[in-house]
């Protein structure tokens, strides 16, 4: 006897319908479409699936849908409120991902996990109850799950021993486009397990207590504020990360020291091994601390401090040496500049198999500050790196900057700078190319609904943001603030196949984090900016 299962899910055609016959199991063509859900705060988890498929009778929890959404669905998340703990353990595919979309800045009063494979978690604010005892804000586990262009804040403040903001383990997972701000007493990122991406997130106002057994902080425990730290305990890996693109500032240890990379001692027998920092930005930290890890690379970042950590030193790269097993670190194309104080302290060049080459060490007035310590080979010591605005955090470089045309040519490790522009010829030291801009595309008929990251971000007062749309339809580009509340209507008009762009002016707005939604026709999609004054 054979029976025919006829499903009707997923927008794609997939082999749908299950033919058993004795113990055989065979898979015919079908033709299934995915489903879109709402979730509202004013919605009813009572209704029925096909119900929720409507703006109108949403459901109201986000646990709700995530119990309920399969592989290709798409979740509109509405504004407003949402006290839940989330745990998105589902199993999507490649083109086929669970996708859930914050539209109008919804938060999350609760912790965020993702653990299955193929879910996106986009544009969301994150923050959970502070008091919250320990554990993450947000945990990606599994594989190809991805977070991207959320706000994670306001966790912390006596939150538990080692809470972390994000933490990473499984494989294959991704943190795009996020910020993470105003925590105090917390790491930014744990990260494990491999082939794990951090890009283009921008992280402020991390603040902690130095502790010490002697001096312990006022949430107990032994922790400093770490932005990335990982440890080679018995029977843990991490390897093969990458960290790109990030802007981390303004943030400080009250007396103390804030890592930019923590590592316990390891080797590559114990799984932790081979991390690469390259295009980022770390500037007004107090110290940074790097503990040694093995095969880890810092290739064109910046540097940057005006003030100075709990030690008296601008930036530190700490504990570089054998002891740390730190074989294999290399530090090439970055620019070290501080406007007091020392550079660096207790780097060993010398040790087997440790890199320091083409790196800039220069400070206030073009005198180098580095104190001391071997700067490696074809270094630059002084000189003026003609940096856009540093009050303004601005290091993409001028005409004349002794930076251009200094750095060792990588492009068989990487070939972009921080904004995506391809580095060619000979390479500049530091995360921009001289020259380089936002990468604009050749214009073509698009095929896809798409709404890009403004430009410049953060930005202060005007950026831009780019869209396209695949057909004729009726556009609207809204601002939200930081409470849902809508500021600017950027666009409201019916619109022709093609690639736009919108300019914002942020005259009349405060500092702080905004969020852009574009409704083009069904298609629906929010991104965050920051605003700076």
């Given at each position: 006897m054979k029976k025919i299962l006829q499903f009707t899910r997923l927008s794609r055609t997939i082999y749908g319908a299950i033919l058993f016959a004795?113990?055989?199991?065979?898979?015919?063509?079908?033709?299934?479409?995915?489903?879109?859900?709402?979730?509202?705060?004013?919605?009813?988890?009572?209704?029925?699936?096909?119900?929720?498929?409507?703006?109108s009778t949403?459901?109201?929890?986000?646990?709700?849908?995530?119990?309920?959404?399969?592989?290709?669905?798409?979740?509109?998340?509405?504004?407003?409120?949402?006290?839940?703990?989330?745990?998105?353990?589902?199993?999507?595919?490649?083109?086929?991902?669970?996708?859930?979309?914050?539209?109008?800045?919804?938060?999350?009063?609760?912790n965020v996990a993702l653990a299955g494979s193929y879910n996106i978690l986009n544009g969301v604010t994150i923050s959970p109850p502070t008091g919250s005892f320990g554990g993450n804000a947000v945990s990606l586990g599994g594989q190809h799950n991805t977070l991207k262009n959320?706000?994670?804040?306001?966790?912390?403040?006596?939150?538990?021993?080692?809470a972390t903001a994000i933490s990473l383990g499984g494989a294959y997972n991704t943190v795009e486009g996020c910020t993470v701000r105003d925590m105090n007493d917390i790491d930014v990122f744990h990260v494990f397990g491999h082939d794990q991406?951090?890009?283009?997130?921008?992280?402020?106002?991390?603040?902690?207590?130095?502790?010490?057994?002697?001096?312990?902080?006022?949430?107990?425990?032994?922790?400093?504020?770490?932005?990335?730290?990982?440890?080679?305990?018995?029977?843990?890996?991490?390897?093969?990360?990458?960290?790109?693109?990030?802007?981390?500032?303004?943030?400080?240890?009250?007396?103390?020291?804030?890592?930019?990379?923590?590592?316990?001692?390891?080797?590559?027998?114990?799984?932790?091994?081979?991390?690469?920092?390259?295009n980022n930005i770390f500037a007004n930290i107090g110290a940074s601390f790097f503990n040694g890890v093995p095969n880890t690379v810092w290739y064109n970042n910046v540097f940057y401090n005006s003030g100075t950590g709990g030690n008296g030193w601008t930036v530190i790269?700490?504990?570089?040496?054998?002891?740390?097993?730190?074989?294999?670190?290399?530090?090439?194309?970055?620019?070290?500049?501080?406007?007091?104080?020392?550079?660096?302290?207790?780097?060993?060049?010398?040790?087997?198999?440790?890199?320091?080459?083409?790196?800039?060490?220069?400070?206030a007035g073009g005198a180098a500050k580095f104190n001391g310590e071997d700067m490696g080979s074809n270094f630059i010591n002084g000189g003026d790196p003609k940096f856009v605005s540093l009050t303004g955090l601005d290091f993409h470089v001028q005409s004349g900057s002794v930076l251009i045309d200094k750095g060792a040519d990588l492009s068989s490790l990487f070939t972009t700078d921080k904004n995506g522009n391809t580095r060619s010829g000979a390479w500049d030291i530091g995360c921009y190319e001289y020259g380089s801009t936002q990468v604009s595309s050749v214009p073509v008929e698009p095929i896809t609904f798409d709404l890009s990251?403004?430009?410049?971000?953060?930005?202060?007062?005007?950026?831009?943001?780019?869209?396209?749309?695949?057909?004729?339809?009726?556009?609207?580009?809204?601002?939200?603030?930081?409470?849902?509340?809508?500021?600017?209507?950027?666009?409201?008009?019916?619109?022709?196949?093609?690639?736009?762009?919108?300019?914002?002016?942020?005259?009349?707005?405060?500092?702080?984090?905004?969020f852009y939604k574009i409704q083009a026709g069904e298609f629906v999609q929010s991104k965050k900016m920051l605003l700076t004054k």
């Open positions: 004795g113990l055989g199991l065979f898979l015919l063509p079908g033709e299934v479409s995915a489903a879109t859900y709402y979730v509202d705060t004013t919605g009813n988890d009572s209704y029925t699936s096909a119900q929720a498929q409507s703006s949403p459901w109201r929890t986000i646990s709700k849908t995530a119990g309920i959404a399969v592989s290709g669905d798409t979740v509109n998340i509405q504004s407003g409120t949402y006290t839940e703990t989330v745990n998105i353990n589902k199993y999507g595919a490649a083109g086929a991902e669970i996708t859930f979309n914050g539209s109008g800045s919804p938060i999350i009063r609760g959320c706000l994670v804040t306001n966790y912390g403040a006596c939150a538990g021993n080692q991406v951090i890009r283009n997130t921008y992280v402020t106002n991390i603040n902690g207590v130095y502790e010490s057994p002697s001096n312990p902080a006022p949430c107990g425990g032994y922790n400093h504020t770490d932005f990335f730290q990982t440890w080679g305990w018995p029977g843990s890996y991490c390897y093969n990360i990458l960290v790109e693109g990030c802007t981390v500032t303004n943030s400080n240890c009250q007396l103390g020291n804030t890592e930019i990379a923590g590592g316990w001692p390891s080797g590559p027998s114990t799984g932790l091994h081979d991390i690469t920092f390259r790269l700490y504990n570089i040496t054998d002891a740390y097993n730190s074989d294999g670190a290399q530090f090439k194309n970055n620019a070290f500049y501080a406007a007091s104080t020392d550079i660096a302290k207790n780097i060993v060049n010398g040790e087997p198999g440790i890199t320091i080459d083409h790196n800039y060490f220069g400070g990251q403004n430009y410049p971000n953060p930005f202060n007062p005007m950026t831009s943001i780019k869209y396209q749309i695949p057909k004729s339809s009726f556009v609207k580009i809204s601002v939200y603030n930081i409470l849902g509340v809508e500021v600017r209507t950027l666009v409201n008009e019916e619109q022709s196949v093609g690639s736009y762009e919108v300019k914002l002016d942020a005259n009349g707005l405060s500092s702080g984090v905004y």
